[in-house]
Every structure is written in C-alpha cells, then in structure tokens.
C-alpha cells in the first residue's frame, strides 16, 4: 500500500468573535451557546469546534498534533485505539448449510411446479 502524504495548508486562525464575545466554531462558524465540542488554544486565541466533524476538521486551521494544546482535557477521557472493522463473513458457514441448501432446493421444485401448472392453464 502506497502511502501519499498531503500537505496542510494552514489557515490564518483568528478568531471571529462578534462584540458581544459570542463563540463561534472555527469550522462552521455557528455561534455557541453551550460548551463546546472541544476547545484549542492556539497562540493568544482559543478555537473551537461545535461537534465531532468540526473537530475532525481543525487541523486545515491549526494544523495536526495539538492535544497538548487542548484546554477541555477532562472531556477526552483517554485515547482509544482505532478499530478496524472486519469484513462479515457468510454467516451460514457450518451452520446448518446442508438443511439450508436443501430448503432452497424444495423451494425451486416447487415455484418449477407452479411455474409448470400456470403455464399449462395459459396454454389451454
């Protein structure tokens, strides 16, 4: 697997607070009225991110590697590993497949027969 590295463009990161002092997230630019997702504090400003995909997108503003920037702590309680889902395999596997293919068997003699019985009706 070829690994293709992309470079981050870093966004002049200041904060657009209204003079009311509203937060506002970095990505969306919704205002805030509760806590937010997380909170990063970058230079003299802090930046925040309103849910989980605003948060995934933080680092085209701040660029990567900023947990120990991160002033919310206490709401990440720990890294976690990333799982890789995998693939499902057929679940019928020695799981009673003899019974199962010989229930699909049954089932096509019979949709043959009634196949056969319409289209002798048809042909009378």
């Given at each position: ?58 680092k085209?503003?701040?660029?990567t ?42 089932e ?17």
């Amino acid at each position: 697997m070829e690994y293709k590295r992309t470079e981050v463009v870093k966004i002049d990161v200041a904060v657009e607070e209204e003079e009311d002092n509203t937060i506002r997230c970095i990505n969306c630019k919704k205002e805030l009225n509760e806590k937010p997702w997380i909170s990063v504090r970058c230079d003299e400003d802090i930046v925040h991110a309103c849910k989980y995909g605003c948060a995934q997108r933080l680092k085209y503003y701040i660029g990567t590697g900023y947990w120990d920037r991160v002033i919310n702590k206490e709401d990440f309680p720990g890294p976690r590993p990333v799982i890789q889902s995998k693939v499902r395999k057929d679940i019928t596997t020695n799981f009673g497949i003899e019974e199962i293919r010989l229930e699909i068997e049954e089932e096509e003699k019979r949709i043959q027969m009634i196949e056969d019985y319409e289209s002798d009706d048809s042909s009378n």
